[in-house]
């Protein structure tokens, strides 16, 4: 896991366990990744764009439940 301003937490396990184990405080975006609300910048059609920079692709399986599911508003970009 990463973090803001703080060195990788490691941790041996599957992505779908530690979603269980840290409740709902995650989004699944992705098979690969989830992030937490507070760290994303703005959706993009195929992506999200975290605070830092880092852009990571959103799962065409995940992309309208990621939206709907916590109101937020894709931006109107097509990358």
């Known amino acids: 896991m990463h973090r803001a301003s703080c060195p ?3 941790k ?3 992505l779908t366990q530690f979603l269980r184990d840290t409740g709902s405080c995650f989004i699944r ?3 690969q990744y ?3 609300p507070a760290a994303v910048r ?3 059609r195929k992506h ?3 605070l830092d920079g880092t ?3 959103i799962g065409n399986r995940y992309r309208a439940k990621v939206v709907k599911g ?3 508003v894709p931006s109107s970009q097509t990358t």
């Open 8 to 10: 990788p937490v490691l």
């Open 12 to 14: 041996r396990s599957s």
């Open 29 to 31: 975006v992705h098979r």
């Open 34 to 36: 989830a992030v937490h």
């Open 42 to 44: 703005q959706f993009e």
């Open 48 to 50: 999200v764009l975290l």
């Open 55 to 57: 852009r990571l692709p």
């Open 70 to 72: 916590n109101s937020l």
